[in-house]
């Protein structure tokens, strides 16, 4: 079948509007042309991220009116706590209100000076929070991983031989986790195979080292496996999310993404003492063990999301969406990473405004060029973020230069991105026009967010 229609249809519509050419072009210069500053309601179509922007199943809107609000031990807790055991098989959930939070928690205890903790890649709040406590995040994707148009089943895939020689150098006493995110966010929303999945924590534990996932797309990358992955093409989406935890000894979770909800995360672990330690803190930071920074009503939310997820035939039409949205911008002559990942579409920004060298940010560039000319805010994933002044004066790139476009779950049609392929057709088509940016006022870190910039005459 060509076509995979979504197993539902909408019930209630949010408007959303267009702003003048005339009043995107002030607003983008209002906002020192980052759009992270300017207001959501003057955005036409919003691909700034799929965390916590998806819209809820009328089964969710219904189980969030029967939260149960008691500070502690809430119905509530109980159903979400089932719901995290069900996906994970892990005893021990920690409840919190995002991703970062779980991340906060587990590395408070385990990230130290003279650690390192190995991913595939590490996504920018998990490399922060091991950062922020001393420790070193290491990202060892495979070389596949690397390279923009190379076309490879499992982009994500963890490099085992290089995990292995890690090990074998560093031994567990200075590694005291070793990560793989589902799917690799920051490499592409690319799907890593439960084959790699094994194999990575074969060697981890023949190491004595505990292997984590962060599994912020669990689902996503259980509907990729079920479809490349050949051994798998016979189970069910949830046999094989049970398979990808079994191998696991803990995870954390955003469950703004997979969860189908706005709001909310947690850690999930076997290991009892380290749950025990993690919840006198998680009481210090988020709130007392049984809602973790969440309300009953998000706690209801969340356990409906994270069962609604693993309907194959919704992973079809979410992936199905984002894989046509990709071809459509090809269709326009856009080009793009590939093969496209789950949840998001990255533009080559490098290739479509080749005459913007890194220092005068290209992904940038065409980051406010999407604006301007379509009201759609995407986010950049190039030197802005990444690119660094180095002690000597000179300008260390990012390795790519990218602008994410991320596909919010369950709201926008087809239409909405057909839109979206059209105006970056337009962008590439008349690329000459676009030049770059200085920045005029940065923080200390994660300038991205808040800095202000100026085209460059
Ligand atoms: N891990 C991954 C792989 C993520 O993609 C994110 C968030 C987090 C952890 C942190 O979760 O935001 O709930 O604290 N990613 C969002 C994005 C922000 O736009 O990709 P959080």
Redesign the pocket.
């Known amino acids: 079948m060509k076509n995979s229609p979504e197993p539902y249809r909408i019930k209630m519509v949010e408007s959303i509007s267009l702003p003048e050419k005339e009043e995107r072009t002030a607003l983008l210069r209002e906002a020192g042309y980052n759009v992270f500053r300017i207001p959501a309601e003057k955005i036409f179509v919003d691909l700034l991220?799929?965390?916590?922007t998806g819209a809820m199943s009328d089964t969710q809107w219904g189980a969030l009116m029967q939260g149960d609000e008691s500070y502690a031990q809430a119905r509530s807790w109980f159903h979400y706590r089932d719901a995290v055991r069900e996906i994970t098989g892990m005893e021990h959930v920690l409840p919190t209100h995002?991703?970062?939070?779980a991340?906060n928690l587990l590395f408070a205890e385990i990230s130290s000076p003279g650690r390192v903790i190995p991913s595939n890649n590490h996504?920018d709040?998990?490399r922060a929070n091991i950062e922020f406590f001393g420790g070193e995040a290491l990202d060892i994707v495979i070389p596949e991983g690397k390279d923009i148009h190379l076309n490879h089943p499992f982009k994500g895939n963890i490099d085992v031989v290089r995990l292995d020689e890690v090990l074998s150098k560093l031994g567990k006493e200075k590694v005291p986790v070793c990560m793989t995110?589902i799917t690799n966010?920051t490499g592409g929303g690319q799907p890593v195979s439960l084959e790699n999945i094994r194999r990575a924590s074969e060697i981890c534990h023949a190491h004595g080292v505990p292997y984590f996932l962060?599994c912020?797309?669990f689902a996503e990358n259980a509907y990729f496996i079920k479809k490349r992955e050949k051994a798998c093409s016979d189970m069910s989406i949830h046999e094989i999310v049970r398979a990808m935890f079994a191998c696991a000894d803990g995870a954390?979770m955003?469950a703004?993404?997979d969860g189908l909800a706005n709001i909310g995360?947690f850690v999930a672990l076997r290991d009892g003492t380290l749950a025990e330690k993690l919840k006198s803190m998680l009481i210090l930071k988020e709130g007392f063990p049984t809602y973790g920074g969440l309300a009953g009503r998000d706690l209801e939310a969340l356990s409906v999301g994270l069962r609604e997820v693993q309907d194959e035939r919704y992973l079809e039409a979410r992936v199905g969406q984002v894989v046509r949205f990709g071809e459509a911008l090809k269709a326009h002559g856009v080009p793009i990473l590939e093969p496209v990942g789950g949840h998001a579409v990255y533009l080559d920004a490098s290739g479509i405004l080749p005459h913007v060298q890194p220092e005068a940010f290209p992904a940038q560039s065409l980051t406010v060029a999407l604006y301007e000319e379509g009201a759609i805010r995407g986010?950049e994933i190039g030197s802005l973020m990444f690119g660094r002044t180095m002690p000597d004066g000179s300008f260390k790139p990012a390795e790519m230069e990218l602008v994410r476009l991320?596909v919010p779950r369950r709201v926008y049609t087809d239409n909405h991105l057909g839109y979206v392929a059209e105006i970056a057709g337009k962008i590439v088509a008349e690329s000459e026009k676009f030049g770059g940016y200085r920045i005029v006022e940065e923080p200390p870190f994660l300038r991205h967010f808040t800095a202000k910039m100026e085209p460059i005459a």
């Open positions: 991220t799929d965390s916590g995002q991703g970062r939070a991340e996504f709040t998990t995110t966010n962060d912020c797309r954390t955003s703004k993404k995360g986010v991320a």
